[in-house]
Nanobody, 124 residues
Framework: QVQLVESGGGLAQAGGSLRLSCAAS????????MAWYRQAPGKQRDLVAR???????NYADSVKGRFTISIDNAKNTVYLQMNSLKPEDTAVYYC??????????????????WGPGTQVTVSP
């Protein structure tokens, strides 16, 4: 199994910055991809940014040029640097991982996991 621990959420003013971190733990053999999603009250959960284990990234149009996703493969940790924050960025941010684990028998398994979410609130 894979566990995700998120940190870095909180309150910021419009125009400010926050940095989210998400560390994956478990018998991880390789990271296929990690991502950040967000869900505002009354809305669906949407992709914010995604990064592959090889470093390829894609972003929601609404955050391009303001948010940067990065990955530390040695630590199995993904980061989301959020700059020029806007009130509409207010949401619960969820970390997602797609990883390959290795069992003591050397069997490989693919797991998709979600973090518990961290609140980001941006005041006007």
């Amino acid at each position: 199994q894979v566990q995700l621990v998120e940190s870095g959420g909180g309150l910021a003013q419009a125009g400010g910055s926050l940095r989210l971190s998400c560390a994956a733990s478990g018998s991880i053999f390789a990271v296929n991809a990690m991502a950040w999603y967000r869900q505002a009250p009354g809305k669906q959960r949407d992709l914010v940014a995604r990064i592959s284990g090889g470093g390829y990234t894609n972003y929601a149009d609404s955050v391009k040029g303001r948010f940067t996703i990065s990955i530390d493969n040695a630590k199995n940790t993904v980061y989301l640097q959020m700059n020029s924050l806007k009130p509409e960025d207010t949401a619960v941010y969820y970390c997602y991982s797609a990883v390959r684990t290795i069992a003591p028998t050397a069997e490989l398994h693919d797991y998709d996991s979600w973090g518990p979410g961290t609140q980001v609130t941006v005041s006007p």
